[in-house]
């Protein structure tokens, strides 16, 4: 251990044994039972709970939105800070750390577990949306503004549209999302790798509550962050599932209805159950190379076989672009577009943090032996380029084909059907479409097991070698919670499931930012013992 603050914790040294099971009580007992009573008090009540679902989620973002658009700008400074500071020298692991996987293992796992499927489903249909809202200009209702386009829209002004459309795209998926992540990875890894405490998210308010980090402080920290993981983990499958559905259904014509969703959801679960047993280096990093590779094929020969020129042209004036209005799209407070930074922003903001604790927890598994530096310029900025490129690969395609016809079939096309819409008019469509529905899949079932390898190494007290048949019990689970709150959506389903994510994410934002805090005083600490210790050698 490279840090000098003693820490009298042993991982585990409050678990229980039943049944064979390696358990911390009381995390596992609360969130294993209170996400089993919501999937059975939802499906009985099922009307209800739609009704619900429906009020939830407008509600929060609505009512917090500056909350959420303001919190996700701290998270990108205090980033910004660790690398321009010499607090980014800190090694995590200690200064004779070294990295366990290479980089392109870990930024394959960095982008399969960070954002693949979003990426698959948003790629095409948020280009798509902003470009056209921003095109149909702002409409006025009673005073106030009802139509969905960001800033002050570009009405009739296709460039202005494209790159208005193309930058806040790239808002979403760029800087903001990806520093919400380092933030949890960066604190998790510091603190069980420098302090040697256990990987689970209490472990990072250490300087700030000291020992009551074990008690129920902890507990309820834990406790949130297995809710925030499990419901945003199943916003995202969800939305995988439907785009799988719909891709089948363009291709084979199979059935897209509630039963086809829980064989779908049932089998994908099935297939992940597999890369659990298999384990973290067997499982999750075999299958998210592979799925780095197609998704790279995809995206290169969409650009190879597309409209090039425009595409390039979507990459650079987007980018530029985001530049340049990402002051205006991070401001909080006095939007007069409300339905866009409420509606698109603080609903993202809400997904991703409640998507943290699952991909910082994993992130930090795999990154032991990294600078603070290293680490954070890393997480943040290459998937930034990388999201920049996608998005105009994926996104400029499709807004090129619209305007060279305005009557494209993407244009109407329901939101996760956009992909296959936009492939359609690509060579060899049946290959990419079929490639596409591949890819969902496999990053599906990435999802699907390091969300259980996650949410069980929280309840198992962070430890790291837990039974198996924890990780299969909450595999099976996050499968469950998806079914569940697609079943009871009805029309709208992924609105219930957009409610769980942001209502996990509300509360969690608070953890996150008390987070902060705590980070910036252990890598105080380790620098100063730092550089007492240079000094002491210099001598």
């Known amino acids: 251990m490279s840090n000098p603050d003693k820490v009298d914790y042993k991982v585990g040294q409050d678990n229980i044994t039943p049944f064979g099971l390696d358990i ?29 679902f429906n009020w939830l989620r407008p509600f929060l973002t609505s009512t917090f939105d500056w909350f959420f658009l303001l919190s996700g700008n701290i998270f990108v400074l205090f980033c910004l800070m660790l690398v321009v500071t010499p607090l980014g020298s800190v090694r995590l692991g200690g200064v004779d750390a070294k990295p366990d996987y290479s980089y392109l293992g870990w930024f394959a796992m960095l982008f399969a577990a960070g954002m693949g499927i979003g990426l698959m ?32 829209a570009a009405a009739g002004d296709i460039e202005a549209a494209r790159n208005l459309g193309m930058a806040a795209t790239i808002f979403h998926w760029a800087l903001h999302p990806w520093a919400i992540y380092a933030v949890v990875a960066l604190a998790l890894a510091f603190f069980a790798y420098n302090y040697n405490l256990p990987l689970t998210l209490r472990s990072a308010f250490y300087p700030i509550f000291g020992n009551a980090v074990w008690g129920w402080t902890g507990h309820i920290i834990d406790t949130l ?10 916003t995202s499958l969800g939305f995988g599932t439907e785009q799988a559905l719909a891709g089948l259904n363009f291709l084979f014509d199979t059935p897209t209805g509630n039963g086809a969703r829980v064989l779908l959801i049932a089998a994908i679960t099935a ?5 659990v047993l298999r384990g973290l280096d067997g499982g999750v990093k075999v299958l998210s190379e592979i799925n780095i590779g197609l998704a790279a094929l ?50 993202y903001w809400a997904w991703w943090i409640s998507w943290s604790p699952f991909v910082g927890m994993f992130i930090a598994r795999v990154s032991r032996g990294r600078t603070v530096r290293e680490f954070v310029t ?45 492939l359609k008019n690509l060579p060899l469509a049946s290959i990419t479409s079929f490639l596409g529905i591949v890819l969902v899949i496999v990053f599906f079932v990435t999802s699907s097991d390091s969300g259980s390898l996650v949410i069980d190494t929280i309840t198992a007290g962070g430890k790291t070698d837990a039974p198996v048949s ?46 902060c805090v705590s980070l910036f005083i252990g890598l ?15 001598e």
């Open 121 to 152: 489903f948003f790629g095409v249909s948020e280009p798509m949306s902003h470009f056209g809202s921003a095109m149909g200009g702002v409409t006025l209702e009673g005073g106030v503004r009802s139509d969905w386009a960001p800033l002050g």
């Open 298 to 347: 995809l995206m290169a020969f969409i650009i190879v076989v597309g409209p090039t020129t425009a595409i390039f042209d979507s990459v650079v004036s987007g980018g530029l672009a985001y530049v340049k209005e990402i002051v205006p799209l991070s401001n909080p407070f006095g939007r007069e577009d409300a339905n866009f930074s409420q509606g698109w922003t603080a609903f």
């Open 378 to 422: 890393c997480v943040i900025f290459v998937p930034t380029l990388v999201s920049i490129i996608w998005m105009g690969a994926f996104g400029g395609t499709a807004i090129e084909q619209v305007i060279a016809d305005p009557t494209a079939a993407v244009q109407s096309a329901a939101l996760e059907l956009k992909l296959f819409e936009m």
């Open 225 to 234: 962050a297995v809710f925030a993981t499990l419901f945003g983990l199943a």
């Open 470 to 515: 924890q990780r299969v019990f909450w595999c099976t689970f996050e499968g469950l919670v998806a079914a569940t709150l697609l079943l009871v959506g009805g029309a709208g389903a992924l609105t219930a499931l957009q409610a769980m994510a942001v209502s996990t994410g509300f509360p969690f934002t608070i953890v996150l930012l008390v987070m």
């Open 24 to 52: 911390h009580n009381p995390v596992f007992l609360i969130s294993g039972l209170s996400i089993v009573a919501f999937v059975l008090i939802t499906l009985a009540f099922q009307q209800e709970a739609t009704g619900f």
């Open 524 to 538: 105080s600490r380790e620098r100063k013992m730092m550089a007492g210790t240079a000094a002491r050698q210099a």
């Open 271 to 275: 297939a992940a159950l597999i890369s």
